[in-house]
């Protein structure tokens, strides 16, 4: 090996062998304590003062609007798991558009009535052999 390659090489090592050392702790210094301070000097502490909090009485939970109300039981009329009873959905979610127009139920409320008659002509025409 070429005696340049040598001590090229004893060097990485050291270095490398240098690196890899554990370095020992700082040493750190024994911690130092305030030093004392006369009364006189202190300022006078108080207790703060402290109210008692005001106790609210519990309000009463929302009850949910009207319109919810009639959604709720249209999609339950329907998604019963005994009978579904299409019919009678479909009049409770007429009653939400006529009582309440401006809901914010109205378009799925629109949405399922047209589920309920396209559900109805299709069973029509199956019952007439015309699909």
């Known amino acids: 090996m070429n005696p340049r390659y040598r001590n090229l090489s004893a060097i990485l090592m050291a270095l490398l062998l240098a690196g890899c050392a554990v370095t020992p702790p ?12 006369a009364a006189e000097t202190l ?8 109210q008692a909090p005001t106790v609210q009485a519990p309000q ?3 009850l949910p609007a009207a319109d919810l109300v009639l ?3 249209g999609v339950s009329l329907l998604s019963s798991r005994e009978r579904s009873e299409p019919a009678r959905a479909r009049e409770v979610f007429t009653a939400l558009l006529t009582r309440h127009p401006q809901s914010r139920w109205r378009p799925a409320a629109e949405v399922y009535i047209q589920l309920i008659d396209a559900g109805e002509a299709l069973r029509e ?6 699909c």
């Open 26 to 37: 700082p040493a750190t210094a024994p911690p130092v304590a305030p030093p004392p301070v």
């Open 43 to 50: 300022p006078s502490i108080q207790a703060p003062t402290v």
């Open 71 to 73: 959604f709720d039981e």
């Open 125 to 130: 025409a199956s019952a007439k052999g015309s």
């Open 60 to 62: 009463p939970a929302a």
